[in-house]
């Protein structure tokens, strides 16, 4: 089935509910962006684009962007959304790797990538586009749940990003785990856009398309804390995602402001690692609207999840376990931890997860060798560490090339780190490995103390010896006014490690 599908159906029923918004203000009902999309798709077969081609987007979040999805899916094509913050280089790699025959912009990208590639190119903010979507409606053309609907690439932060294979069937199984495993979606919703709709934002739409919900994109394009707080007031129930450096961003800003986030209904966070002190502050301040889910491009926002009632519970016996957790397997998935043989390992073992199901890729997009090592037996090797309890609880310890080997030891960044930001001196922290001629790595952790505070490693060593083992504990402290994080708010270990090899 066409993915598209589902907004067309909303169309014929509720064609005159609000769709699309820029800000608080309503630019599309369903029956016009069902007939915008259907007119888009129309103007692409012109143009020669047609079942399993691809189309680049390189745009800032709009509401042009689902039109842009949508009138691609319509037309058989798959879309290739570009994360707006990188390079035009960068884009026009992706765009070459893909094939892609066309390219959306925005306005304030597109000069930059058109210097950078020869694939032609299209301002949304033009007439061309407006035309283009003024087209007589096409038919929505059939698909198969194993066609490619989107092909995502990855963020690349050790390599050449890769073209991850999202099929129409992925889209429909994640989605459908959303009302059951995340939350409830109904036409009194609304999802706002705060993080890039190239990545885990826009997975998120169809199911609120499928029902019928508003989609509202910020006038900033992007995450404004206090315009987030102030049209989730207005124009609530809002529902979004979020990485875990913007849920830090968000508490500090509106307890600065004494918000408390009326009007929000759910934050999904995930992509990263949310420390238990971050989350347990952010409930405590706007109550139970959290949910932790847990996925890959891979196998896109739908391996794991830990409900609100679960991210909120403080009367379970292992409520803190739990709450640093991943959650449970998503009804779509299996979930197993695999030994350095590849075999299953009992739970409470510590060993690398996978997954299998039908959101699970069926391989990356023209390479064979990366899906040969990444698909085992019908199971995605995630490359993360992590064990199951007996609850089926997932707890993620760390990626496998994150891990530090001291002394003969496996040493876990995540739990060093979880303990640091336990101390009020610490606002953000990330520990790697330093080479070491006599234990193999030494532990070594980057701080960024909080406003007004200093490093004081006696008070951290302090910190770390009341928790864990002595062998844990940080070999050196360096200060840092901010961590390093691409464009996704990921922190750049990298980068780190980098930097510890210069100085030595």
Same mark, same amino acid.
């Given at each position: 089935m066409?993915?598209?599908?589902?907004?067309?159906?909303?169309?014929?029923?509720?064609?005159?509910?609000?769709?699309?918004?820029?800000?608080?203000?309503?630019?599309?009902?369903?029956?016009?962006?069902?007939?915008?999309?259907?007119? !888009?798709?129309t103007a692409l077969q012109a143009r020669g684009v047609g079942p399993g081609d691809r189309v680049g987007l390189f745009m800032k979040n709009c509401p042009d962007y689902l039109t842009v999805y949508y009138g691609v899916w319509t037309a058989g094509a798959a879309v290739v959304p570009i994360n707006a913050k990188l390079h035009p280089k960068e884009a026009a790699f992706i765009l070459q790797d893909s094939g892609a025959?066309?390219?959306?912009?925005?306005?304030? !990208?597109?000069?930059?990538?058109?210097?950078?590639?020869?694939?032609?190119?299209?301002?949304?903010?033009?007439?061309?586009?407006?035309?283009?979507?003024?087209a007589p409606p096409l038919t929505?053309?059939?698909r198969n749940a194993g066609?490619?609907?989107?092909?995502f690439y990855t963020s690349g932060t050790t390599g050449r990003p890769k073209g991850v294979q999202i099929t129409h069937g992925m889209i429909a199984a994640t989605s459908l785990c959303y009302p059951v495993d995340v939350d409830p979606v109904s036409a009194d919703d609304a999802a706002y856009y705060a993080a890039p709709m190239s990545h885990g934002a826009g997975i998120y739409a169809p199911i609120h398309v499928r029902m019928g919900a508003r989609h509202i994109c910020p006038i900033s394009g992007g995450f404004d804390p206090v315009e987030l707080?102030?049209?989730?007031?207005?124009?609530?129930?809002?529902?979004? %995602?979020?990485?875990?450096?913007?849920?830090?961003?968000?508490?500090?800003?509106?307890?600065?402001?004494?918000?408390?986030?009326?009007?929000?209904?759910?934050?999904?966070?995930?992509?990263?690692?949310?420390?238990?002190?971050?989350?347990?502050?952010?409930?405590?301040? %706007?109550?139970?609207?959290?949910?932790?889910?847990?996925?890959?491009?891979?196998?896109?926002?739908?391996?794991?999840a830990l409900n609100r009632a679960e991210v909120a519970d403080r009367t379970h016996p292992n409520w803190r376990a739990r709450l640093a957790s991943v959650g449970r397997a998503q009804s779509q998935v299996e979930i197993a931890i695999a030994g350095a043989d590849g075999a299953p390992l009992p739970n409470g073992?510590?060993?690398?997860?996978?997954?299998?199901?039908?959101?699970?890729?069926?391989?990356?997009?023209?390479?064979?060798?990366?899906? /040969?090592?990444?698909?085992?037996?019908?199971w995605l090797m995630t490359g993360d560490v992590g064990r199951l309890d007996e609850d089926g609880y997932l707890t993620l310890q760390d990626r496998s090339k994150d891990v530090i080997?001291?002394?003969?030891?496996?040493?876990?960044?995540?739990?060093?780190?979880?303990? !640091?930001?336990?101390?009020?001196?610490?606002?953000?922290?990330?520990?790697?490995?330093?080479?070491?001629? /006599?234990?193999?790595?030494d532990v070594v952790a980057f701080v960024v103390c909080a406003p007004g505070a200093d490093l004081d490693e006696a008070a951290l060593d302090a910190q770390c010896l009341e928790q864990i083992a002595r062998f844990k504990r940080p070999k050196a402290y360096i200060a840092l006014p901010e961590l390093p994080?691409?464009?996704?708010?990921?922190?750049l270990k990298t980068e780190l490690r980098k930097r510890l090899e210069s100085e030595a």
């Open positions: 066409n993915i598209a599908n589902w907004l067309h159906r909303v169309a014929q029923t509720n064609g005159n509910a609000p769709a699309l918004l820029l800000g608080d203000q309503v630019v599309a009902t369903y029956e016009d962006f069902a007939r915008q999309a259907a007119g !888009l798709a025959s066309q390219v959306f912009v925005t306005p304030d !990208l597109g000069s930059d990538l058109a210097e950078a590639t020869d694939v032609p190119l299209t301002d949304i903010s033009t007439n061309a586009f407006a035309d283009m979507c003024a929505t053309v059939a066609d490619l609907a989107w092909l707080l102030d049209l989730s007031q207005t124009l609530g129930p809002t529902s979004m %995602f979020m990485a875990p450096t913007m849920v830090r961003r968000l508490i500090d800003t509106a307890k600065a402001g004494g918000k408390t986030g009326e009007g929000i209904k759910t934050i999904v966070y995930g992509g990263g690692p949310m420390y238990r002190a971050d989350i347990e502050e952010a409930v405590d301040w %706007f109550g139970p609207k959290f949910v932790q889910i847990y996925g890959q491009g891979e196998c896109p926002m739908a391996i794991s073992e510590v060993g690398e997860i996978m997954v299998r199901g039908a959101p699970v890729m069926p391989g990356y997009w023209c390479n064979p060798e990366a899906t /040969e090592t990444a698909l085992k037996d019908g080997i001291s002394g003969g030891s496996n040493i876990y960044p995540r739990e060093i780190e979880e303990v !640091l930001l336990q101390h009020p001196t610490v606002h953000e922290v990330s520990v790697v490995g330093r080479p070491s001629p /006599e234990w193999g790595e994080k691409n464009n996704y708010g990921k922190v």
